[in-house]
């Protein structure tokens, strides 16, 4: 059975990328983001543009944590040597063997560098071969053609969209896309397919 104690300090890592948990000090490393490239959110129904809004964006995935909602990382760049982003695990339904698996976003210059793909390998590789989860879940808004080619590359499989089930930060409602990957499909493809594209 599923089990995710999100009160521990789980550290994921490999020789591209560090995970750690996201703490609230993390505002600092995250301004020049929010400050200089407030487009990141542009399809995102929460926003860290703006330093009030990173203060609130933070604040509310590390009182998520307490709450056992949510399990938000910051990204650590082992090229570059500079925080790259966050990402998180979200909606976690151990009784059911569920969660789902966003909120990811990095600043421009580590977009399209392959980060991503570790960073959804070492995730992916703790949801269901740690945690044994049975489902990992993704969404997007359907109109953010970027993050949608990025799921599918991994391996994730597209179950339909939500009509109008979201509002963005400007006031306008949004069509989710919803993709999954399911334990069988990591064990018997996924797992091997990511770990190629890591190497």
């Given amino acids: 059975m599923a089990s995710f104690n999100t009160s521990e300090d789980f550290v994921l890592e490999d020789s591209?990328?560090?995970?750690?948990?996201l703490i609230e000090t993390d505002i600092e490393p995250l301004l020049p983001f929010s400050l200089n490239e407030p487009?990141?959110?542009k399809h995102s129904l929460v926003t860290a543009a703006g330093e009030e809004k990173l203060?609130?964006?933070v604040h509310a995935a590390c009182e998520a944590r307490?709450?056992?909602k949510?399990?938000?990382?910051?990204?650590w760049d082992k090229r570059t040597q500079q925080y790259a982003g966050s990402t998180r695990f979200y909606d976690i339904q151990s009784a059911?063997?569920?969660?789902?698996?966003?909120?990811?976003?990095?600043?421009?210059?580590?977009?399209?560098?392959?980060?991503?793909?570790?960073?959804?390998?070492?995730?992916l590789s703790f949801a269901f071969d740690q945690l044994a989860f049975d489902r990992v879940e993704f969404r997007a808004d359907a109109n953010n053609e970027r993050s949608i080619r990025a799921m599918k590359s991994i391996g994730c499989t597209v179950e339909?969209?939500?009509r109008s089930n979201g509002i963005r930060p400007d006031g306008s409602r949004r069509d989710s896309i919803v993709l999954s990957i399911l334990r069988n499909e990591w064990d018997e493809r996924v797992r091997k397919h990511l770990l190629q594209q890591c190497h």
């Avoid at 591209?16 to 948990?21: D, E, F, G, S, W």
């Avoid at 949510?70 to 990204?75: D, I, L, R, T």
């Fill in 16 to 21: 591209r990328v560090k995970l750690r948990p």
């Fill in 39 to 41: 487009e990141i959110w």
């Fill in 55 to 57: 203060h609130a964006y």
């Fill in 66 to 68: 307490k709450g056992g």
């Fill in 70 to 75: 949510e399990y938000p990382f910051m990204v």
């Fill in 96 to 123: 059911q063997g569920y969660l789902q698996l966003g909120y990811t976003w990095y600043g421009k210059q580590f977009q399209g560098t392959g980060l991503n793909k570790h960073c959804k390998f070492l995730l």
């Fill in 160 to 162: 339909g969209i939500l």
